[in-house]
């Protein structure tokens, strides 16, 4: 079996590990940065293994919907997901604008202590992909720095905010 593909994003914010952990685990402090460029509603945010966070972006009359289940819960530390694009009643479904993305995304992300700022590590990687899905991925990964970071740059703005 060859490698999976796997999408890493880190930055380093200059916050308090707890503080950017509560922007992660706390949905009026998510729905602020999460989606850059559209309107983000949190359904429901139960950060524990077996919880559920659903979630809706809205653009210009357009609904995305995302069912992310925690798997693994380690407060301040780290969360593990199986992130899925959703319809309207939560249930997956394929990717309207790219078929081929796959149905579920192991998601990862660690939350390192490193003096008063706190490193962010966010893995992305196809769960019980097609080859297609998997090709879709492979492709996808150079451009995924942009959305990541639009809403980490959202997120850096919004812990300065918070500290001062």
Not at 23 to 48: M, Q
Not at 58 to 70: C, H, K, L, P, V
Not at 138 to 164: C, H, R, V
Request: charged content about 20%; proline content about 6%; aromatic content about 10%.
């Amino acid at each position: 079996m060859s490698e999976l593909p796997t999408y890493v994003y880190e930055r380093e914010f200059n916050a308090p590990r707890e503080l950017v952990w509560r922007t992660w685990t706390e949905a009026e402090l998510l729905s602020h940065w999460y989606g850059p460029g559209v309107e983000t509603t949190i359904h429901k945010l139960d950060v524990k293994p077996g919880g559920v966070w659903l979630n809706e972006m809205n653009w210009s009359g357009n609904s995305n919907y995302e069912r992310m289940d925690y798997t693994e819960v380690d407060a301040p530390a780290r969360l593990v997901w199986l992130h899925s694009i959703v319809n309207a009643e939560w249930q997956p479904t394929a990717n309207p604008m790219m078929p081929d993305w796959p149905r579920v995304l192991l998601t990862t992300v660690t939350f390192t202590e490193q003096g008063d700022k706190t490193l962010l590590k966010l893995t992305w990687q196809p769960h019980n992909a097609t080859e297609a899905e998997l090709a879709c991925f492979q492709a996808a990964m150079a451009g995924l720095d942009k959305g990541w970071g639009s809403g980490m740059d959202m997120l850096a703005e919004m812990l300065a905010e918070m500290q001062s």
